[in-house]
């Protein structure tokens, strides 16, 4: 009866051992790395854009959550932004981004046009 207990343990270690080495030997996932010599930034799921802009308009970028802060910076339809967290202040929604060109701003914006869907940015039509 012993015998039969050692075997099975044997066999059940031999079966973790071969899954685990077959685990290890998948490639593994690489996600490459942004360009970082200033070349264009592919759209990427973790990057969240400013959207719903009237035509010509732009967002002001604040230094703090609220209309009454100073603009530090315009950011046009469909920029890409890092999201850095959103609240609620005053009865407004205000989130935190930071742009990813260079050089790198941080503020807040209007949280009614940050969005984390892709919509390439309108063509000027003309008649």
Known sequence: MRSFATLISMALL???MTQ??????????VIPAPDLDGGPIEDDAAMWHILGLPPGRTLNMRSGPGSRFRVIALLPDATPVEHLGCQERLGEFWC??????????????????VSDDFVPPRQSRRP
């Open 14 to 16: 031999a079966i973790g």
């Open 20 to 29: 685990t080495a077959m685990a290890a030997s998948r490639d593994p996932l």
């Open 96 to 113: 935190r981004v930071a742009t990813l060109g260079a050089p790198r701003i941080s503020g807040w914006v209007n949280g009614r046009y």
